[in-house]
């Protein structure tokens, strides 16, 4: 099922559509029907935009309206086969469309945005806190972090002023109990060993002043 993920459908009318929504609808899809592309706005909130073109002169309203707003979600047009689409960035279908082929290429969208919302930016990798891992630009490899590794560095990402070991160790393990800042150490040590090129020499997580800080530029 594919419960809460919402598509925004714009068509006047056309029975293929009608009964397309039907099935996604019965697949757990939330659909707004609009009429008219200059409405889309109205409704845009991190959904899926389906676009069904039956004319030259839609293809032409359509293009100009993407052409004026800045719409920054997935674009899904459904067509004539008579009509060339050259609409940038959108995923074109043309009847008969299967649906299993269809949710696919919607999941593939709502995982890759997902993953999107669930990481943090960094100048050579991407830390994904949802997972547990992280996952580097230069060659896509994945790392996988412990839990404690997880929380350390998300907190570490959400707190740019830095934190004392005493505040890491109350908010990363979660209770007042004093424990011995070599369990800390040990943590920040086994992290930079992920993280760092030389963890002997950080340049990414940090110790300033008596607090640590990420180095996210």
């Not at 419960?3 to 757990?28: M, P, Q, R, S, V």
């Not at 609009?34 to 069904?52: M, P, T």
């Not at 709502?110 to 669930?118: G, I, P, Q, R, V």
Request: hydrophobic letters at 40%; one cysteine or more; aromatic letters at 10%.
């Amino acid at each position: 099922m594919l419960n809460k993920k919402k598509i925004i459908a714009i068509f006047k009318k056309n029975y293929f559509i009608e009964e397309l929504i039907t099935l996604l609808e019965d697949e757990g899809l939330q659909i707004k029907k609009i009429n008219n592309v200059e409405k889309v706005n109205e409704f845009i909130s991190d959904k899926i935009v389906l676009i069904d073109i039956d004319s030259k002169k839609k293809l032409e309203s359509v293009k100009k309206f993407l052409q004026q707003k800045v719409i920054n979600c997935p674009i899904f047009v459904i067509h004539e086969e008579s009509i060339k689409i050259d609409i940038e960035g959108a995923s074109i279908f043309n009847p008969p469309i299967l649906l299993k082929e269809f949710i696919s290429q919607i999941n593939k969208i709502y995982t890759k945005n997902e993953n999107l919302n669930n990481s943090i930016k960094f100048k050579n990798f991407q830390f994904n806190f949802k997972n547990y891992e992280i996952i580097f630009d230069s060659n896509n490899q994945k790392i996988k972090l412990t839990e404690l590794e997880s929380r350390l560095l998300k907190f570490l990402s959400e707190n740019v002023k830095g934190s004392t070991k005493q505040e890491l160790l109350l908010k990363v393990w979660g209770h007042n109990k004093v424990l011995d800042t070599h369990t800390l150490e040990s943590l920040i040590y086994r992290l930079r060993k992920k993280i760092e090129i030389n963890p002997n020499e950080p340049k990414l997580l940090i110790l300033k002043e008596k607090r640590y800080f990420l180095d996210k530029n």
